[in-house]
């Protein structure tokens, strides 16, 4: 589990396909601390298991394993030499939430159609898929590229975002333009109040769950 709350950002150093899958390293000055083989961290919002960990002069080198549905379902395959990516340690019991519930379990992935900068902020628009359209509501909550950010309008097939600059300076959105993809994670309460309606109607209409909704549903997660 995590809060949105992005620790630092860190650089991709490389990616190539291993004999286990795909091999991710992401170099960073932060999250390696305290950091231990076989925990969770989150990688541009994403929910990766440490698999190797290496110091490297006054940071860290950070090894993770991709499966083969995770890089289809997020937008690694987006991801060179180089790229910021967001990076967040997973909660701990006396942690503060400054965010909101976020998972690490990508929804899907949208497209930013509007990103520039507004007086001293930025404005940021992302059209999601349309099976995600439902969970966006005005002044609730997204995580994008994991961090927490609040819904300012819901446009038709689009989402709008206020981005002050302490969060464009510390995440990777200095580096994003209109037509990048972003990992997209809905706020948990939607999903649990859809499912629950869900099954009060097929109690009333005396169906069976569906199998293959629950199916369409799966999240990429590590």
Not at 204 to 214: L, Q, T
């Amino acid at each position: 589990m995590f809060s949105g709350i992005v620790e630092e950002a860190g650089r991709i150093h490389r990616i190539r396909r291993t004999q286990q899958g795909i091999r991710m390293e992401v170099q960073c000055a932060k999250v390696g601390r305290g950091t231990k083989i076989g925990d969770s961290v989150a990688v541009n919002g994403c929910c990766l298991t440490l698999v190797g960990l290496a110091r490297m002069g006054r940071g860290w080198r950070l090894h993770f394993d991709l499966l083969e549905e995770t890089w289809r379902k997020t937008s690694f395959d987006g991801l060179d030499k180089g790229s910021l990516v967001n990076l967040e340690g997973s909660l701990r019991l006396n942690d503060r939430i400054g965010g909101h519930f976020v998972t690490g379990h990508v929804d899907g992935t949208g497209e930013i159609t509007r990103w520039e900068k507004s007086g001293a902020d930025w404005v940021l628009e992302v059209k999601p898929p349309a099976s995600m359209m439902n969970y966006f509501i005005y002044k609730g909550s997204v995580a994008i590229d994991g961090i927490s950010l609040t819904v300012a309008e819901v446009i038709k097939d689009r989402i709008r975002i206020w981005i002050i600059p302490h969060t464009w300076e510390v995440t990777n959105l200095q580096e994003r333009t209109v037509g990048h993809r972003v990992n997209l994670e809905a706020d948990l309460l939607g999903k649990y109040v859809e499912r629950l309606i869900e099954a009060r109607d097929e109690r009333g209409s005396g169906r069976r769950p569906s199998s293959s909704r629950a199916r369409s549903r799966a999240r990429a997660s590590s």
